[in-house]
């Protein structure tokens, strides 16, 4: 298909946050709200401290270690095992979320902000999907303009990006317009993978491998699409029976995937051994319809959002039955972008975003729309960000590949969290 052209323009808004302009945290907030919100590493909320955390008994987790220095010398020494120093070190990371603060924020599109990906090896860059077919490239470390461009508006929403990990200046898009793509940050077209030709079947999903060139999407009807990167089908099959809302390839095995539905499973397949739609590995029943599904860092993990309130966490030793369930609010609303748990690049830490339930166990009158990151080991609730100024529900939120810089889809708003001493350095 010879590649098309899709009109750009360069209006955003980008804010920079004042370094003496500092936003207070949910426990300075306390009188204001009338409410008990915890912050700081160790802490666990009251409404959440019902995990149902299941097999920690023979788990051992190491007492951590609060001087990372003596942690490392003790490994080296042959004292501390890999576990411990780990452990030293995410306690560590956990003590500097207490700084994070909102340093930059965007507000280019006129819908809201549906899908976000991080540049997989320039920290400072992301790109953020649109409800109205926009796509913006941020590059915050700069102050040149974003590259901004410009979708059909209705019925374009992106469902999912990802930078195309064999050329960086490309990236994947699956869309309710009906297609799943290849293009450039230029707004050329350079390969269409899956078009539907219909307005009653769209993308919803999308995943790619850089090690075996593999894209896989899947569709509102339940479909799922492997392709190759060269563009060949090698298969379509119906895989679930309602809407594919995540897919997503192991990043440690590639041909292990898991596929989330709001037939309320998550199902986990092998790519080698796809024969038909009842050849899954395991399927995983839910309660209710399930936003996503995503893989640990290490492949060894799948964490599970539903559209109500529950994360699981899944463990390779024995992935049909959970790990963990997390109580969390974060409950379906048509006009909001769905809720996606999503895991800590470096460390065993949950990021998620709250949005508050009257009906949620537990839950507190003037209960604030935090951002919610838990240990992945035990359940726990270990620290909440917040900003008084951006209060809204931060329905994705995703850490860098380095860890250390957390972007937030907020409805319009894309919302930039760093360390406050280190923010307005980048």
């Given at each position: 298909?010879?590649?098309?052209?899709?009109?750009?323009?360069?209006?955003?808004?980008?804010?920079?946050?004042?370094?003496?302009?500092?936003?207070?945290?949910?426990?300075?907030?306390?009188?204001?709200?009338?409410?008990?919100?915890?912050?700081?590493?160790?802490?666990?909320?009251?409404?959440?401290?019902?995990?149902?955390?299941?097999?920690?008994?023979?788990?051992?987790?190491?007492?951590?270690?609060h001087s990372i220095?003596?942690?490392?010398?003790?490994?080296?020494?042959?004292?501390?095992?890999?576990?411990?120093?780990?452990?030293?070190?995410?306690?560590?990371?956990?003590?500097?979320?207490?700084?994070?603060?909102?340093?930059?924020?965007?507000?280019?599109?006129?819908?809201?902000?549906?899908?976000?990906?991080?540049?997989?090896?320039?920290?400072?860059?992301?790109?953020?999907?649109?409800?109205?077919?926009?796509?913006?490239?941020?590059?915050?470390?700069?102050?040149?303009?974003?590259?901004?461009?410009?979708?059909?508006?209705?019925?374009?929403?992106?469902?999912?990006?990802?930078?195309?990990?064999?050329?960086?200046?490309?990236?994947?898009?699956?869309?309710?317009?009906?297609?799943?793509?290849?293009?450039?940050?230029?707004?050329?077209?350079?390969?269409?993978?899956?078009?539907?030709?219909?307005?009653?079947?769209?993308?919803?999903?999308?995943?790619?491998?850089?090690?075996?060139?593999?894209?896989?999407?899947?569709?509102?009807?339940?479909?799922?699409?492997?392709?190759?990167?060269?563009?060949?089908?090698?298969?379509?099959?119906?895989?679930?029976?309602?809407?594919?809302?995540?897919?997503?390839?192991?990043?440690?095995?590639?041909?292990?995937?898991?596929?989330?539905?709001?037939?309320?499973?998550?199902?986990?397949?092998?790519?080698?051994?796809?024969?038909?739609?009842?050849?899954?590995?395991?399927?995983?029943?839910?309660?209710?319809?399930?936003?996503?599904?995503?893989?640990?860092?290490?492949?060894?993990?799948?964490?599970?959002?539903?559209?109500?309130?529950e994360i699981r966490?899944?463990?390779?030793?024995?992935?049909?039955?959970?790990?963990?369930?997390?109580?969390?609010?974060?409950?379906?609303?048509?006009?909001?972008?769905?809720?996606?748990?999503?895991?800590?690049?470096?460390?065993?830490?949950?990021?998620?975003?709250?949005?508050?339930?009257?009906?949620?166990?537990?839950?507190?009158?003037?209960?604030?729309?935090?951002?919610?990151?838990?240990?992945?080991?035990?359940?726990?609730?270990?620290?909440?960000?917040?900003?008084?100024?951006s209060s809204g529900?931060?329905?994705?939120?995703?850490?860098?590949?380095?860890?250390?810089?957390?972007?937030?889809?907020?409805?319009?708003?894309?919302?930039?969290?760093?360390?406050?001493?280190?923010?307005?350095?980048?």
């Amino acid at each position: 298909m010879a590649p098309r052209k899709r009109s750009e323009t360069q209006k955003t808004e980008i804010v920079l946050r004042s370094k003496n302009k500092r936003s207070r945290s949910p426990r300075e907030l306390e009188p204001e709200a009338k409410k008990h919100c915890v912050k700081g590493s160790g802490s666990n909320r009251g409404c959440d401290s019902g995990c149902l955390w299941a097999g920690l008994g023979s788990l051992q987790v190491p007492p951590p270690c609060h001087s990372i220095v003596r942690a490392l010398h003790q490994y080296k020494l042959g004292r501390a095992a890999w576990p411990s120093l780990q452990q030293g070190l995410q306690q560590s990371f956990l003590h500097s979320l207490d700084s994070y603060r909102i340093f930059q924020k965007a507000a280019p599109f006129d819908r809201r902000a549906t899908s976000l990906a991080w540049h997989p090896t320039h920290p400072s860059t992301v790109a953020v999907g649109s409800k109205g077919g926009d796509i913006m490239l941020w590059n915050f470390g700069i102050k040149d303009k974003p590259t901004f461009i410009k979708g059909i508006g209705a019925g374009g929403s992106i469902t999912g990006l990802k930078f195309n990990p064999l050329n960086t200046n490309q990236f994947f898009a699956s869309s309710m317009e009906g297609t799943t793509r290849l293009q450039d940050f230029k707004g050329n077209i350079l390969r269409v993978f899956t078009s539907s030709d219909t307005c009653n079947v769209w993308f919803c999903s999308l995943d790619v491998s850089g090690s075996s060139r593999m894209v896989v999407t899947g569709d509102n009807v339940g479909n799922v699409v492997l392709l190759h990167m060269d563009g060949k089908e090698l298969w379509n099959l119906r895989m679930h029976k309602k809407k594919v809302t995540h897919v997503a390839l192991n990043p440690c095995c590639d041909w292990f995937l898991a596929t989330a539905s709001v037939d309320q499973t998550v199902k986990i397949w092998d790519l080698r051994q796809v024969r038909g739609k009842a050849s899954f590995l395991y399927s995983l029943p839910h309660r209710h319809p399930v936003n996503a599904a995503c893989f640990s860092p290490d492949g060894a993990r799948l964490l599970t959002t539903d559209q109500k309130s529950e994360i699981r966490v899944y463990s390779a030793s024995q992935w049909d039955c959970p790990l963990g369930l997390i109580p969390h609010p974060h409950r379906h609303f048509q006009h909001l972008t769905p809720i996606k748990a999503a895991w800590h690049p470096r460390y065993n830490l949950i990021v998620v975003g709250r949005y508050p339930d009257p009906n949620f166990k537990s839950c507190s009158p003037y209960e604030l729309r935090t951002i919610d990151v838990f240990d992945g080991n035990s359940g726990k609730m270990m620290c909440q960000l917040y900003d008084p100024e951006s209060s809204g529900i931060s329905s994705l939120n995703e850490f860098n590949p380095m860890g250390d810089t957390l972007a937030s889809a907020m409805g319009y708003h894309i919302l930039i969290w760093s360390q406050e001493e280190t923010g307005t350095q980048k």
